[in-house]
């Protein structure tokens, strides 16, 4: 039966928000062209609708598809439309405010909205945080997340605080349980797996990340590897999960995996 590759973008195919490619990482995904086995990229990312993301990999050197491409922006838009929520206060960047209004939701900059959307936003003010809380707590509105990952790369290379940082916050401030998009919650896998026709046990996840992607296909009955090449460097970082939850192999990167 011919395998579907589950793969992380960022710290695992290229470098960090730069979006350099890891080395030799553009040749094994280029591969696939020549192989049996399907892939498809599952990314977290929330700084470019996935169009944009798109273009910017392909300007790498990727050699993709728009089927090879699936994102939490995407299927946030989605299930938004399918509520019917029409009006969203909006952490995160001029991009995801644009995709956002290109699916016939509004983003108004007040608390009088449906849902509140929690993105990066790398120039977050309190500010912003107030508006958000009173959406919550005084309009009743959803609270709803890209993702819930700690820590990602910047630009520079440097760690900062993620999305989760910021969703947790809200949380506590507004005693509301998010719902999240992304990995590692079950529906950006589920979705995959209908778009590829896919049993878990025929599925393979690899990303730099234990926590926010690998333990979400774990949990589904996925095999999963751990690559180094990205955020966490030492393999020792994994002690902090129970063994049925620890990746099946783990590679310096993907360049070094057999498709």
């Keep these: 039966m011919n395998k579907l590759y589950l793969v992380d973008i960022e710290g695992t195919v290229v470098k960090d928000k730069s979006f350099a490619p890891i080395p030799g990482a553009v040749e094994w995904i280029n591969g696939f062209r020549s192989s049996p086995h399907r892939f498809v990229l599952v990314s977290n990312n929330t700084t470019h609708n996935p169009m944009e993301l798109l273009a910017v990999l392909e300007d790498q050197g990727f050699d993709l598809e728009k089927e090879n491409l699936l994102t939490c922006m995407g299927t ?43 993105g990066l936003d790398t120039s977050l003010s309190y500010q912003t945080l107030k508006t958000a809380v009173n959406a919550l707590v005084k309009n009743d509105a959803v609270l709803l997340a890209l993702h819930a990952n700690r820590l990602y790369k910047d630009v520079d290379g440097e760690l900062a605080v993620s999305v989760g940082g910021i969703v947790r916050a809200l949380e506590y401030s507004s005693q509301k349980e998010a719902q ?15 778009q590829f026709r896919a049993r878990p046990d025929h599925c ?3 990303s730099d990340d234990p926590f926010s992607d690998l333990v979400g296909a774990k949990s589904l009955g996925m095999r999963t590897i751990f690559v180094t090449s990205g955020k966490y460097k030492d393999q020792a970082v994994l002690d902090g999960l129970e063994k049925w939850l620890r990746p099946d192999w783990i590679h310096k990167s993907v360049a070094e995996i057999r498709i």
């Design 180 to 194: 999240v998009f992304g990995k590692p919650e079950p529906e950006i896998y589920k979705q995959a797996m209908r």
């Design 76 to 118: 946030a838009a989605n299930w938004l439309k399918k509520k019917g929520i029409r009006k969203c206060f909006v952490i995160g960047n001029s991009q995801l405010k644009a995709y956002l209004n290109e699916n016939g939701i509004e983003t108004p900059s007040d608390r009088r909205v449906e849902a509140v959307l929690v």
């Design 204 to 206: 393979l996840m690899i």
